[in-house]
């Protein structure tokens, strides 16, 4: 079962499912998503097509013990997080963090589902003041009470499933890299999106970032796996944030620390971005690259597919009238 099916992740994922079908290691997906069907969804013998709320802890229920116990679901992979950080409030919270305890109680005494794999984000770390510092599965969380709540209900999730300990069920948790790509939630694709990137003066911090194909392939490999705990996700991208910004051919202007919380909030209000400079202040200033030494060794996992970078739409119609020739 894969939530968040109607996600450009979650479509990702059943892609990469569906391809194993031919190795016999996926049989059947059940994909589970809260917006209408996407158009090449097609129900047939190995797929099939629900809609379900999961911010309410008895459509969770129903839906475990309904379709997937019809089904003889054995793994249960969830990606439904909500992608807006602008929202808050109880709503959003219930989405992040409430439905992932729902699932995750709901599947304890399954007759058939045995692994749940979740997927958490690099930003649940408390990121080091240092650029070069790799980042790994014990170092400390972002506890912060100041921290926002797209931050916090995201260490919530993410310590739910891990404290999640339960003899039947396996549970592993997927700290991935920013998913540069859109209507992903990224918070870095919003700011490539800009004909002008703001940097804080003196700093240019490294990055990294996950494509969508090596997303779904952790997460595949995460299901056929029985390892269990936290994992980091890295991307095959690193690189310095000024070079993220000439990739994707945008004008890079480096400002006073100070103002750049005040411009972006100025760049929400009238131009309707997403970019939150409160979410990634630390990120711009001290870095912090996830090391993927455990998920290598335990999951197979290494990325190889490099991210598609944002470009302003007459460089993507010159890109597609060349090919074209």
Known sequence: MVTGASTPLGLAIIDALAARDALREVSFVLAVGRDRRPSHLVDDRRLRYVGA????????????????????????????????????????????????????????????????????????????????????????????????????????????????????????????????????????????????????????PIINVLSLEDAATAFVLAATSSAVGAFNIPGADTLPLSRAIAESLRFDVAVPGPLMSPLYRLRRRFAGFEFRYDLNARRFHFGGVLDGVRAREQLGYAPKVHVTWPRPWWRVLLDRLATNR
């Not at 058939?112 to 930003?123: D, G, P």
């Open 53 to 204: 709320d999961l911010t309410h802890a008895r459509a969770a229920h129903d839906l475990i013990w309904g379709e997937g116990r019809q089904h003889a679901i054995d793994t249960v992979i969830h990606a439904a997080q909500h992608r807006s950080a602008s929202d808050q409030g109880h709503g959003v919270h219930r989405q992040n963090v409430e439905s992932t305890r729902a699932l995750l109680v709901a599947c304890d005494t399954h007759p058939t589902i045995r692994r749940f794999v979740l997927r958490s984000f690099a930003e649940v770390y408390a990121t080091p003041h240092a650029t070069t510092h790799l980042l790994s599965e014990d170092d400390p969380l972002e506890f912060s009470p100041a921290t926002p709540q797209w931050i916090r209900d995201r260490v919530e999730a993410d310590l739910t499933a891990g404290a999640h300990v339960v003899p039947a069920l396996q549970v592993a948790v997927l700290r991935c890299a920013e998913l540069l790509a859109p209507e992903s939630g990224s918070q870095l694709w919003d700011y490539l999106g800009s004909r002008v990137c703001l940097r804080p003066l003196g700093f240019d």
